[in-house]
Each structure stands twice: as C-alpha cells, then as structure tokens.
C-alpha cells in the first residue's frame, strides 16, 4: 500500500478522501482558483476596453483640435510615448485587481470554514452535554 506521498498528487487527494473528507471539499479550492482567474480576466479585459474607447476618445478631440495642415500624421510620436506608461499603468491596475479578488477569496473560504468549525463545535458540546445529562439522570 503506497503512503500519501509515494503517488503523488493523486494519492494524497485519496488519503484525504480516506480519511473522512469529501472529493468535493478537496476539489474545491482547485475551483476557487480557477473562479478567481476567470473573474480577474474578465475584469481586465473590461479595463482593456476602457482604455482603448478612451485612447480613441482623446485621439478624436485631438484630430477636431488640430488645423488641417497639422493632421498628415505629425501627431504618432506623442502617442507612442504615452502608450508605454498606459502598459505599465495596466499591469499595475490587473496586479491590484487579481490581488484583491485572491484575498476577497481567501477571507470568503476563512469564514466559511470558521462557520464549519463553529458548527461541529456546537455539535460535539450539545452531545457531551446530553451525554452528561444521561449518566446524571441514569
């Protein structure tokens, strides 16, 4: 019989599982994960979205402001200055987004599984009780 370390990942899951955890429970911090990233996608790909309507948006006022004889194209080099800040700048807004959707996770899974411990507390002191009170009364 291998140990939960001789097979790997799989076979500490099953040691787990063996030793009175659901597959479900085990499972589930693999979904919270993978929920995370999926939120964390989404919201940057909805930032992503914003940033370019509002790069077209200004490039927009910038070609109204402009006389006629200034819009052959003069206007690119700016633009490609302010592009590599915005990069940096997005990195830093996805870094901060994903960072606060893991810990909102992170406090989400620690209440519920300080809500467990309560519930299995609360349990096991109305048994000893009963138990007590069965023996007093016996």
């Known amino acids: 019989m291998r140990g939960p370390t001789a097979g790997g990942p799989r076979a500490s899951a099953e040691a787990i599982v063996r030793f009175?955890?659901?597959?479900?429970?085990?499972?589930k911090p693999?979904?919270?994960?993978?929920?995370?990233?999926?939120?964390?996608?989404?919201i940057q790909a909805?930032?992503?979205?914003?940033?370019?309507?509002?790069?077209?948006?200004e490039e927009r006022r910038a070609k109204e402001q402009q006389p006629e004889e200034a819009r052959d194209g003069?206007?690119?080099?700016?633009?490609?200055r302010?592009?590599?800040p915005r990069s940096a700048l997005e990195d830093?807004?996805?870094?901060?987004?994903?960072?606060?959707?893991?810990?909102?996770?992170?406090?989400?899974?620690?209440?519920a599984e300080r809500a467990a411990a309560t519930r299995i507390q609360a349990g096991f002191?109305?048994?000893?009780?009963?138990?007590i009170l069965q023996q007093n009364g016996k």
Request: hydrophobic share 30%.
């Open 20 to 27: 009175g955890e659901s597959r479900m429970s085990v499972e």
């Open 30 to 42: 693999l979904v919270d994960v993978q929920d995370a990233n999926e939120a964390a996608a989404k």
């Open 46 to 57: 909805g930032f992503r979205g914003y940033r370019v309507r509002k790069r077209l948006q």
């Open 74 to 80: 003069t206007t690119q080099e700016p633009q490609r």
């Open 82 to 84: 302010m592009e590599v």
């Open 92 to 111: 830093e807004s996805a870094t901060k987004i994903q960072a606060s959707v893991r810990g909102f996770l992170v406090r989400k899974r620690h209440e």
């Open 125 to 131: 002191r109305g048994f000893r009780t009963r138990k």
